[in-house]
């Protein structure tokens, strides 16, 4: 396997620290005892906190068979939510690397991976980790995004910390797991998605109890797709990121496609599996970060190519996402600009989204004609496991 050269790897870095910061002085941020409810730490966070503190007794599921943040920020010399903090943003640090470097191995040079990146970085609910970095959500999708990149770069070692890692933080990673079996390695998948079970259910065992929810009762709890706007309020919160990635993965190089596609829609099942027992539902389809910033990035080098107008028009409405999505220090909590600015900006995308379809209808419909033809002829070869 080719080693990534050093020097490929210090403007990533570089670019990942600018959003770091930029995240951390743009968003306002929970306290303790915030000037507002909003901006008050409660919910989740509160049982975290307590993990940490030694109080798991008083933790309710699932929140108590999330251990390895807690664990480990619990061995830290920090108050916990200081300690929290830090693990959310070198996990954030981390996984924009790792997105980069993933869109460096699919062909696209470091501006088109900073504009992928940046789509996904200025929606709500990616942003919602710096305005409340006291989770474990951030953690969970760098080992997604480590597995990614392990899928991409054929690193079973990668793919396999980060699984094993992954299930001991975010449940939800479970999800990504049989995607290795793409690679026809079904022996190692399966042993690998027995070792993650195993891992996932370790921590119920110790620490479940009777009282316990159980899954059924969670999704009677909360009712089956909540209400009818479900899906819409999910491509409501996250802007026109969904749009962009559903086009630019088409135009991913033929053999990653699968690959990327498989990941896409095996996470895309494990954020509305997870969603119907979530009260944040939008928050829970982060775990496609990667696969969003990437197809995004796809499409931007499309775009840039062809009509370069349209690729400015594309980074203008990111910049404008970034101020309408959360409270930050322009637009605190309150703001109008949350209202009708907000909802004007999303019809803009839609029709952006509308006109680039119609842009590229000629090359989208070759392209995914050729993607189509691809996936029928692999499927139609006899199924060879290579061990």
Known sequence: MNKTPISNVILPIAISMCFLLIGNSFVLQRTLIGSTKYLTIRGDTIAYIAMIEGNWSSVNAPYKFRVLVPFVASLLPCSPTDSLRGITYLSLFLAYIYILLTCSKLGLNINQSAI???AVWASTWHLYNYHNPFLTDAFGILVICMMIFALISDSFSTFVTASFLGVLAREATIFLIPTWVVKKQVRRSILLFIGALVLLFIPRYFLGSETDPTLISAFNKVGFLHQPSF?????????FVWFLSLIGIWYLPREKFVLVAVAFLSLLFGAFFTSLIATDTGRM???????????????????????RI???ILCSLIVLQLFVTIPNIFFPEGSRIFGWPRFILL???V??????????RKSLTLEVREKASYVFKIMRKPFVPSQ
């Open 347 to 349: 019809i803009c995308e």
């Open 351 to 360: 029709i952006f989204t509308g006109l680039i379809l119609l842009i590229l």
């Open 285 to 307: 389809f982060s775990i496609l970060t990667p696969v969003l910033a990437i197809s995004s990035a796809q499409l931007y080098s499309v775009l840039f190519e062809k009509k």
């Open 116 to 118: 992928g990146l940046a």
């Open 310 to 312: 349209w690729a400015f």
């Open 231 to 239: 899906v819409i309020r999910i491509f409501a919160s996250w802007g």
